[in-house]
């Protein structure tokens, strides 16, 4: 029997399943109130995913405000609005992904998202439909897809479950986007014991348009046609974002496999090519793609930002399996589909194109002002509801939160205390053990299963410090994107621990050579509903806003991932930054290897006694304690400057960022991307040690040719950037001081054997 | 003959449903000096082209088998009387496939040994240069240019493999270590003409300074237009 309308206003006293569904009673209390009645099992089903976690941000809400702010705040600092200036947002947050202007007419729009509860129970799915998710929110505005990265992080990585999500996850990720022909350009992955049981998989995707194609999800003029096209539906992904994006896992583990969606990476890249030559014929006046919540999402979402009403006619959706019930095609997330919202006028010519590329498509529904979403199956009315209510005014919490009690006890217990090694013998040995430490150590087993050179259009990628792609060949117009979370830092002060992040990402656009722009970001955390996680959140919230401020970059879009935890234990908080810069000419780019012997190794920036929550910490003593290095953003924007100006000018053979590992890891990395040693004589004023392993922020190594010393100087003066010579590249070996000196080949031994030995033992 | 050089070489590059390199194959095509051309998998007419590259990527998802469906698109059809007619065809990793699974040339490509995707800068050495894409690169001479593919490693039965090497049919081969456990490190191949070559590596990807590990995989392209333009090619 259906349940319709009619049949819930005759049954007000019917019980509904709601707590199964993920809804809590005051939440179905208030879907009541809505309707004047009792929701029909349609309505019940479309109100429980759309006001889950994933797709309501209802724990959220209130802390991301700040970042709404933003891009007007920093316009009036500038005290110009100045539209049409690479930099400007053309589309904020709110919409599948934000817009920025990168000049010359072009637009583009990046975001990153979380998959983190699928790639758990399903590795390769999991992964996989990240990045077709991702990939279907960039087009959706109108843009094609150029790139992808992937931050993903894992338990440890001698730890069992990690042989199994490792593989799975990068070979989906490998097989989703390499059949999509998007370049992978870079990401990171990181190891702590806190991500077993609850691996991070995001995705982000960088999309590129003119000014004039941006594309809205609204479906707005009456009388205009609901159009379901890409694959047909199926009964995967069932109450994907709710019942297991927004939930903790048990102890006992996964169980949720029917929840995961199937990608089919070909129905995909036919849908991407199908739509963009839909979009340059100009033939919708609004889109959206079916990713969380499917069906449910994209008809609420349409209707609520348009002209209201809209009534759908269910039985018209092709389906995979004849069997399904109205509420499953209703919560179905399976892939590869999108819904638009063309004029009667131009449904042939959609049709036709859809059938040039072999994709379906059905008219599935009309717009309409009723102010109502209507859904009609076998003759029935099946869902009659505001649609606001379903997509845009879903529940707010303002959870409670409170700082730990045991963080001061945390931030106490710093690393002043642990032994250092001292001797040249001791340190030699450091060296080489960090960059064979899983967090430091070569990912080219993971790289190596992405394609990276795909579209022709990719001028930098993993390892070096940000991923750059050309966007004009005739110009050279082109964007760097880097994303970066130490999640150490965040964990003993998070508000610090974001701006960290971003100071991190926004240091490795600019030492490429690309102004930093604007940010993406996606925020892993714990359950909401313990408040220290949620002191967490808000303190990393205010911190990456505040720094955002500093910085001059708005926050476009991103995503918040909650519930990341199993049983009691929370996932370090991860706030995962990226930043997006932009550069009138690719060919400007500053490579991260050392490029020719004699070449000054120039240290920019201070370096204090800074080792809590450092690599050298963690992989030496497995500890975590004290306070992260001090957060200067004054110091960064001073140092960006000098790294994009003198990129532009064309003063540095090579740039690299010095974070995690310190300067040690990072002459080891340009090292070894070169193939050329290093003479270095640290620094006088600091112990050898600190000087190797502090992780003090606002820090890179550029290398110069001898003839541009002078325009480097000069550049540094006039930022105010302390410069210290620290050596020249040479040999085959790096050595340090008098004392230390490890072969190359050691170096990349060591760097090299640690991902294969885990993986293939 | 000044006016026949003054026209520039006319290459089509396939688009099959599922091709991902097809817009690299084509500005390969355009930096060597060429006019590309795009062919549509469902058009038999090759609008008068001088030669064809099938791209890599996936065609029509590589169902079935990687290349099996492409084979029987209509383009395929006039592709494989062309390539019959001494039509230059070059084939680039999926491409390979599909020439592979056309019979134009023999064997067949399986999943890599280790079983994983793999992505990196790879160095050939060139093995005959009689061919329409070699004939400007040196015998013995080695290049760097990417490989990806995640089935690509060559096999064929021990009697193909062994006349392959005997007429002289292997035109790269990996050195520097074996990507994919493709027998005897074979790279690429051709047919007995030497109109047609398929190669797993992607010498479009190695065509400029700013996006490739080098640009050796230039030459492959300058080869077949530069015996496109001479005089004996044109005027037969």
């Known amino acids: 029997m259906i349940d319709s309308v009619k049949t819930a206003e005759t049954t007000p006293g019917l019980e509904q399943p709601f707590a199964d569904l993920g809804l809590k009673p005051d939440e179905y209390t208030r879907i009541h109130e809505i309707l004047g009645r009792r929701p029909t099992s349609c309505e019940l089903a479309m109100y429980s995913v759309m006001w889950s976690e994933h797709c309501s941000y209802k724990s959220s809400k209130v802390h991301l405000r700040q970042f709404a702010r933003l891009a007007e705040q920093i316009d009036q600092r500038r005290g110009e609005k100045a539209p049409g200036a690479a930099g400007a947002v053309m589309v904020g947050m709110g919409e599948n992904a934000g817009v920025v202007d990168i000049g010359d007419g072009y637009a583009v729009t990046f975001k990153v998202e979380s998959h983190n509860h699928p790639s758990y129970v399903e590795p390769y799915q999991g992964a996989a439909t990240g990045i077709g998710g991702i990939v279907r929110d960039i ?4 843009a094609r897809p150029v790139a992808v990265m992937d931050p993903l992080r894992f338990g440890p990585l001698e730890a069992e479950d990690t042989r199994r999500v490792l593989p799975g996850i990068v070979a989906g990720i490998g097989g989703y986007g390499n059949c999509l022909g998007l370049p992978n350009i870079g990401g990171e992955v990181v190891f702590d014991p806190t991500y077993l049981g609850n691996p991070l998989v995001n ?54 496999r029917p929840s995961v969606q199937v990608g089919d990476p070909f129905a995909e890249k036919v849908l991407i090519e199908c739509c963009l030559e839909i979009f ?72 036709a194109l859809c059938g040039k590329w072999d994709v379906e498509a059905v008219v599935i529904g009309e717009v309409n002002d009723s102010g109502r979403l209507t859904v009609e199956w076998r003759g029935e009315i099946v869902v009659d509801v505001p649609p606001r209510t379903v997509a845009h005014e879903g529940p707010v919490y303002e959870r409670p939160y409170a700082r730990p009690a045991d963080q001061d006890a945390l931030q106490a217990d710093g690393t002043s205390g642990l032994l250092r090694p001292n001797t040249p013998a001791e340190l030699s040995t450091t060296i080489l053990r960090m960059a064979g430490a899983p ?22 990628a993993m390892p ?44 490795n656009v600019a030492a490429k050579g690309a102004r930093p722009l604007a940010v993406t970001d996606c925020l892993n955390f714990g359950s909401p509903e313990d408040t220290g996680v949620m002191w967490q959140f808000a303190e990393a ?23 990341n935890q199993t049983g009691e234990t929370a996932i370090l908080p991860t706030p995962v930054v990226g930043v997006l810069g932009v550069m009138p000419d690719v060919r400007a780019r500053v490579p991260m ?17 800074e080792l809590d929550g450092s690599e050298w910490a963690h992989v030496v003593h497995g500890h975590l304690g004290g306070t992260p290095p001090m957060v200067d953003l004054e110091s960064e924007r001073s140092l960006a400057s000098m790294l994009v100006e003198g990129a532009e000018q064309g003063v540095f053979a090579s740039a690299h960022d010095l974070s995690e590992g310190g300067l040690a890891q990072g002459l080891v990395e340009c090292c070894l991307r070169g193939g050329l040693g290093a003479r270095v004589e640290l620094p006088s004023g600091l112990e050898p040690f600190v000087a190797l392993f502090s992780e003090s922020a606002a820090r890179a190594i550029v290398t110069v040719a001898a003839p541009h010393r002078y325009a480097v100087e000069a550049f540094a003066e006039m930022h105010g950037v302390t410069v210290t010579e620290i050596g020249y590249v040479g040999g085959s070996t790096l050595r340090i001081n008098a004392d230390i000196e490890i072969p190359l080949a050691d170096l990349r031994a060591a760097h090299t054997a640690t991902l294969p030995a885990a993986m293939e033992s | 003959m000044h006016s026949s050089a003054a026209r520039s070489a006319r290459v089509g590059v396939v688009t099959f449903p599922g091709s991902l390199d097809d817009g690299d194959a084509a500005r390969a095509v355009r930096i060597a000096g060429g006019e590309p051309v795009r062919l549509w998998h469902r058009d038999k007419d090759l609008h008068g082209v001088d030669a064809v590259v099938l791209p890599g990527g996936f065609s029509y998802g590589d169902y079935l088998r990687c290349g099996a469906i492409a084979r029987f698109s209509p383009v395929m059809g006039s592709i494989i009387a062309g390539a019959g007619r001494g039509l230059p065809v070059l084939g680039i990793c999926n491409g390979f496939q599909v020439l592979c699974e056309s019979h134009l040339l023999p064997g067949a490509l399986i999943r890599n040994d280790h079983r994983h995707f793999v992505c990196r800068d790879q160095w050939l050495r060139v093995e005959n240069v009689d061919t329409s894409w070699t004939q400007d690169l040196r015998m013995g001479q080695e290049i760097l240019v990417p490989v990806k593919n995640g089935e690509g490693g060559y096999i064929a039965d021990p009697e193909t493999l062994e006349w392959l090497e005997t007429l002289g049919r292997i035109v790269f081969r990996y050195i520097n270590g074996n990507p994919n456990g493709s027998r005897d490190d074979i790279a690429g191949i051709r047919n ?45």
């Not at chain 1, 399996?321 to 449904?347: F, G, K, N, W, Y």
Request: glycine share 14%.
């Open chain 1, 203 to 256: 995705a982000l995707c960088v999309g590129v348009m003119r000014h004039e194609d941006i594309k809205l999800a609204k479906a707005s003029g009456p009388g205009n046609q609901v159009i379901l096209f890409g694959a047909r539906t199926g009964g995967d992904g069932i109450g994907g974002v709710s019942v297991l994006a927004s939930e903790t896992f048990d102890a006992d583990g996964p169980s949720k």
């Open chain 2, 192 to 236: 007995e003409a030497g109109n047609v070559v398929g190669m797993m590596p992607h010498p479009e990807h190695a065509v400029e300074e700013l996006t490739g590990p080098s640009v050796d995989g230039l030459v492959v392209f300058t080869s077949v237009l530069g015996g496109l333009l001479a005089p004996s090619m044109v005027t037969a």
């Open chain 1, 280 to 351: 340059a014929a100009d033939l919708v006046v609004g889109i959206q793609d079916l990713g969380g919540a499917g069906l449910s999402c994209a008809t609420t979402e349409l209707a609520s930002a348009g002209a209201g009403g809209m009534h759908v006619v269910l039985d018209r959706v092709p389906l995979r399996d004849s069997t399904l019930a109205p509420e499953e095609i209703l919560m179905s997330e399976s892939q590869e589909r999108m819904c638009a919202i063309v004029e009667p006028r131009h449904v042939d010519a959609f049709m």
């Open chain 1, 593 to 609: 290897a050392f490029a020719t012997d004699g070449d000054a190794i120039l240290l920019l920036g201070e370096t204090r006694e």
């Open chain 1, 139 to 142: 087009l959706t505005m109108g």
């Open chain 1, 464 to 507: 070096d410090d940000a991923g750059i792609v050309r966007i004009d060949e005739a110009t050279g117009l082109g964007v760097a994107i880097s994303t970066d979370c130490n999640g150490r830092f965040a964990r003993l002060d998070p508000y610090a621990g974001a701006q960290l992040a971003l100071a991190e990402a926004y240091r």
């Open chain 1, 541 to 563: 919230v205010r911190g990456l806003a505040d720094g955002c401020l500093a910085l001059g970059v708005p926050v476009t879009g991103g995503n918040v991932s909650f519930y």
């Open chain 1, 439 to 460: 967090n430091l150590c070569d990912k080219s087993w993971i790289t190596s299963q992405y394609d990276r050179y795909v579209l022709g259009n990719t001028v930098l």
